[in-house]
């Protein structure tokens, strides 16, 4: 640390000894002047040099100030040049004019007096522009404060000062332009005072006090002009005190001025209560005079406040189409959002379209790879060229996540060309990753009458899809219960290979979907995987089960159910398997559903799994031939199993298998 730098804390510490010093004898001069006290000599001392060097010292102060400062640097010189111009007015008026009976006026000391003004002005403009909260309306509020006050200022003081005033006109104007100039200046620490927010504004509250206290003593002075003794002291008085008001403002702390209001608190409230107050001074003007001056100012003020509401109605507007933009807006891809999907799909296009859900494939591990901000710039792309691609026949949007949509309409063009386009953006390939798209499509509106419906399907096809996936968590969890029944029981396995063959064809032939087929092959692949908890001596047992050895069997549907709801992506499948031992008149187990309250999946899988079992070894019996399995199963019609399912089986299943040969004949009732 340098010497210089060492000595700049005390610098605030000297400030303030030297305005004490200062402040001090200025109430030294009070008491001289309003008590008269002293010689002569005294009287002159204190009206001359003492005050001369109050009003010099004053200046000096805010000049160290200003050349000391870094931030606010022109502002504080500009004001105390200005003080300074006043001093030497003052001083020049001491020296020469002093002992002059008449003193002349207006004289070289008025020079320097109204240059203050100017260099004041431009010092708190750049005040202002340091200190006050900027944003679009800080400068309207400024010049309605400046106006209201000005108006009501000028109401005030011009009456008595025209009344006052005499001489020749170049006299006249020289003191009407001090009370002028000072409406201005409480004008502009007026308009500070607004545009800052009214909020914790110590500082600007001690500016707006000194050059308040500074034209009220002007015009006190142009006023009464010689015809008061007392009134003139006053007004000796409240200069210089206005000047050590100014300097102790300039040796703040700087933090301590900062504005505590922001642009986006900024209230409508403060520019409201000066128009009320400019509204009342017009309705006095009709029963007292309060000027031209007031009039013209407090209209001018009037027209600057419906300026400014029309502002803010336009700024607000424009804030509202932002803030409905943002809401149905994703912040990442520019892409429409949820909020946007759901207000399109209550009015979709015209004649039929095509919703299209996508889930990412293996963005997951490019995040963990790659990071989250490459994460984001991924999407982006992504989102960049889906929005391209559907943009000829609809709308593409980002739901959140790694999920997309493309609402389109497919009267021109087929949806299997909107949903290859649409997977075709939705990937990309490079070193160490492959990004792909899984996809759930619904067709409208023949497939779903309302939004919720056609997303929850879409949605529901999508993780079908997903989940077929060999790395998916759905194929993982299958393979894992399928590799554990193959080793516990080899034979099982096959027999439920068999099973879910012939489920699959029934599936087909009642022309299911997609998602519903999809869970039906897995029950059928999975109905037996409850059996792992069953004892081999019961499992294998080649005689009749006692009784406690058939409930435990009964109980390997509900055990299978359990395994498989440990897997969210299974919890639909686990339900058929539960309910594939349950018969048609409600004598199955373990819930005793009866008719069409069974899930159709599970009845199937009964039919299938009763055929394979018939026509295949088996420990307790010999196996069947087709045509008596056939037999049993219609026998069984109406009682264990779904008539009609039994005839689609029979006729849309087994007979297209065996198209020729004898017994293939016999199949018929």
Known sequence: MNRQQARRPRAPIVAAGWLAALTLLLAAYAVVVLEPLGSGATQD??????????????????????????????????????????????????????????????????????????????????????????????WMDGVIGALAIAAVVAALIFPPVLEALGGSNFGVAVSLAYPCADLVLIGLVAGALSSSG?????????????????????????SVGGQSTEALNLASIG?????????????LPVSASEPAGHAESRSIAPPIVLATAVIGLLA???????????????????????????????????????????????????????????????????????????????????????????????????????????????????????????????????????????QAALSEHGPGFSISASCGVVRLPAEAQTPTEALRLADRRMYMEKGQRADSALSQARNVLLGLLREREPELDRHDNGVTQFASEIGQALRLDAEELDVLVRAAEMHDIGKVAIPDEILHKASPLSDAEQELMRKHTEIGERVLYAAPALRAVGKIVRSTHEHWDGSGYPDGLAGDAIPLGSRIVLICDAYCAMVGDRPYGERLTELEAVTELRRGAGIQFDPSLVELFVERVLKPRRAEGSESANLER
């Open 198 to 222: 009214w909020r914790g504004q110590g500082p600007w509250l001690a500016i707006a006090a000194a050059f308040t206290l500074f034209g009220i003593s002007d015009v006190v002075y142009l």
């Open 239 to 251: 200069w210089p005190l206005a000047f050590l008001f100014l300097a102790a403002v300039a040796w």
């Open 284 to 422: 006095a003007s009709s029963f007292v005079e309060v000027g031209l001056a007031a009039v013209g100012l407090g209209v001018a003020s009037l027209l600057v406040v419906l300026a400014r509401l029309a502002r803010t109605f336009s700024f607000n507007k424009r804030i509202l189409a932002g803030t409905r933009h943002e809401a149905v807006t994703d912040s990442l891809t520019g892409l429409p959002n949820r909020r946007s999907l759901i207000a399109d799909l209550n009015h979709p296009p015209e004649g039929r379209s095509v919703l299209a859900l996508f889930d990412l494939n293996g963005f997951k591990a490019y995040n963990d790879s790659f990071g989250h901000t490459a994460g984001d710039d991924l999407l982006q792309r992504l989102g960049d060229s889906l929005g391209a691609a559907a943009a000829p026949w609809g709308r593409a949007y980002r739901l959140g996540g790694d999920e997309f949509c493309v609402l389109a309409s497919t009267e021109r063009v087929k949806s299997d060309a909107v949903v290859s386009a649409a």
């Open 45 to 138: 001392f204190f009206g001359r040099w003492a005050y001369d060097a109050i009003v010099l010292g004053a200046a000096a102060a805010v000049l160290v100030r200003g050349i000391r400062s870094r931030v606010e640097r022109g502002a504080w010189i500009s004001l105390g040049a200005g003080l300074l111009l006043w001093a030497l007015g003052q001083t020049y008026y001491s020296v020469v004019l002093y002992y002059a009976s008449p003193a002349p006026f207006p004289s070289p000391a008025d020079i320097g007096f109204l240059l203050f003004y100017p260099a004041a002005y431009i010092g708190l403009v750049l005040l202002l522009h340091s200190r006050s909260a900027r944003d679009k309306f800080a």
